[in-house]
């Protein structure tokens, strides 16, 4: 072995583990940064897609004050609720029915709000979707929160009413008190326009 040779491997092998090192930290760092959850950005939403996130509000403001003939005013007669279910609730009034608990609040005090809306077709048909907060009024509840979510498909009729067509929720969780402050916070009551 020559001379340069003899240099750069005792170079090579100084350097190596400090290489290796120096790549591991990089490596981490690349990871911690990507495991950070990002702020979603805002959406801006057009007049129309504003009609249906009031309307949204709405719906869950009739469930909020207990209001049976609003929430019925809010769903289309071919509605149908639980929609991922093998046995989903079909037309308005077997929604009210089975409904009838939720919106007096007996067992279980329901809240949520719109986070996005989008419209398709032909300008008269919506998808909403956004948390949900499950409330157990119990004084005694064990676990008092739990959080989910729903989608719903709205549906503009001839009267220029959009009403719910389709609606289902996504499996609540567990929630705390700071969690349920969170949800509270994160409603927006006016719709982000673009």
């Known amino acids: 072995m020559s001379e340069p040779e003899g240099i750069f491997m005792t170079v090579s092998v100084r350097f190596v583990p400090r290489c ?3 790549a591991s930290l990089a490596a981490m760092a690349a990871l911690a940064s990507a495991a950070e959850p990002t702020a979603s950005p ?3 939403l057009s007049a129309a897609e504003c009609e249906v996130w009031a309307r949204e509000l709405s719906f869950a403001q009739s469930v909020a004050e207990h209001d049976a003939a609003a929430f019925a005013a809010h769903l289309h007669p071919g509605a ?6 093998p046995r ?4 308005r009034d077997a929604i ?6 939720i919106v007096a609040g007996e067992r279980l005090k329901l809240s949520w709000y719109p986070a996005m809306i989008a419209i398709g077709g032909e300008g008269d048909i919506a998808y909403s979707s956004g948390p949900a907060l499950y409330e157990n009024p119990a004084s005694d509840a064990e676990q008092r929160y ?3 979510g729903f ?4 549906h503009k009729d001839a009267d220029g009413v959009w009403r719910v ?3 289902d929720g996504v499996r609540p969780e567990p929630a705390t008190e700071a969690q349920a402050e969170a949800f509270r916070k994160g409603r927006q009551a006016i719709c982000p326009k673009a």
């Not at 989608?151 to 709205?154: E, L, T």
């Open 88 to 91: 989903p609730d079909r037309g």
């Open 96 to 101: 009210v029915a089975s409904w009838a608990g």
């Open 80 to 85: 149908v609720f639980g929609a991922k279910s």
């Open 20 to 22: 290796l090192a120096l």
């Open 151 to 154: 989608q719903s498909v709205w």
């Open 146 to 148: 739990s959080i989910g």
């Open 42 to 44: 805002a959406p801006r």
């Open 165 to 167: 067509l389709f609606d």
